[in-house]
C-alpha cells in the first residue's frame, strides 16, 4: 500500500528563517511521483513540483529547494529566507504505477507559519 | 495555463437536502476527474474517479448511492451529495488530467456545511 507521512503537524519559524518540510513514503511501485502542493488559507491547492521516481536530482526553484533521496524514501522540502505568505499548510503527495500516476495518495500536511 | 474551476465555492443547505457541486475545466479536455474530500484541519482523501460517458469508480468506503457522480462531457463533471446530513459537512475538491501529462489541475474547492 501507499503511504505519505508528514511527521510536522506545524511548524513556527520568524520571517528570513530556513525551515525545511519532511515527507516520508512507501510505495512498492516500481514507478511513482512524488508531489509538493501549498494550501493557503483560502482553500486552494498551489502544485509546487512533481518528481519523477527515477529523477532523484535535486530541484532549486527560487528560495524553494527539493531533496529526493530513495535510500531513506525521503522527499524534503526547504524553504529559504521564509516570509509570511509562505504560511500555510504543506501537503506532500504521491502517485504510482499501481494505482495510477492521476490518483494521489495525501500526507497529513504541514502547517507552517511565518511570523514577521 | 490550464485551469480547473470549481462551483459553488461555499454552500450551506439544510440537513436532507441535496447540494449539487460541478468542475469544469476550462482550456482542456478532462476525461477523468477525480473528487476529493477533506474534513477540517486533516488530510485530502479520494472519493471517485470520474470517467467522461462511463460510470464513476468509488473509494472503498465511499457510498455510491450519496455520493452521486455524473461525468457527462468532458469538460464538466458533478458530485451530488444526496440528502446531506451534518456529517457531510466537509471541503470538496476536484482534480483533472490533461491529455499533454502535466501534473494535475486542481479546482478551488467547495466548502458544505449541512445545518
Known amino acids: 500500500a501507499q503511504k505519505v507521512t508528514q511527521a510536522q503537524t506545524e511548524i513556527s519559524v520568524v520571517e528570513k528563517e530556513d525551515v525545511t518540510l519532511d515527507c516520508v513514503y512507501e510505495t512498492r511501485d516500481t514507478t511513482y511521483y512524488l508531489f509538493w502542493y501549498k494550501q493557503p488559507p483560502s482553500g486552494e491547492l498551489v502544485f509546487l513540483i512533481r518528481r519523477n521516481s527515477f529523477d532523484e536530482q535535486n530541484e532549486i526553484s527560487g528560495r524553494y529547494s527539493w531533496n529526493f533521496q530513495k535510500s531513506t524514501s525521503s522527499f524534503n522540502f526547504t524553504i529559504t529566507a521564509s516570509q509570511v505568505v509562505d504560511s500555510a499548510v504543506y501537503f506532500c503527495a504521491l502517485s504510482g504505477d499501481r494505482t495510477g500516476f492521476q490518483k494521489l495518495v495525501f500526507g497529513t500536511g504541514t502547517r507552517l507559519l511565518v511570523s514577521p | 495555463g490550464a485551469v480547473v474551476s470549481q462551483h459553488p465555492s461555499w454552500v450551506i443547505c439544510k440537513s436532507g437536502t441535496s447540494v449539487k457541486i460541478e468542475c469544469r475545466s476550462l482550456?482542456?479536455?478532462?476525461?477523468?476527474m477525480f473528487w476529493y474530500r477533506q474534513f477540517p484541519k486533516q488530510s485530502l482523501m479520494l472519493m471517485a474517479t470520474?470517467?467522461?460517458?462511463?460510470?464513476?469508480?468509488?473509494e472503498q468506503g465511499v457510498e455510491k448511492d450519496k455520493f452521486l457522480i455524473n461525468h457527462a462531457s468532458l469538460t464538466l463533471s458533478t458530485l451530488t451529495v444526496t440528502s446531506a446530513h451534518p456529517e457531510d459537512s466537509s471541503f470538496y475538491i476536484c482534480?483533472?488530467?490533461?491529455?499533454?501529462?502535466?501534473?494535475?489541475?486542481f479546482g478551488n474547492g467547495t466548502r458544505l456545511t449541512v445545518t
Open positions: 482550456d482542456f479536455q478532462a476525461t477523468t
Open positions: 482534480s483533472a488530467e490533461d491529455r499533454y501529462n502535466s501534473p494535475l489541475h
Open positions: 470520474s470517467n467522461e460517458g462511463s460510470k464513476a469508480t468509488y
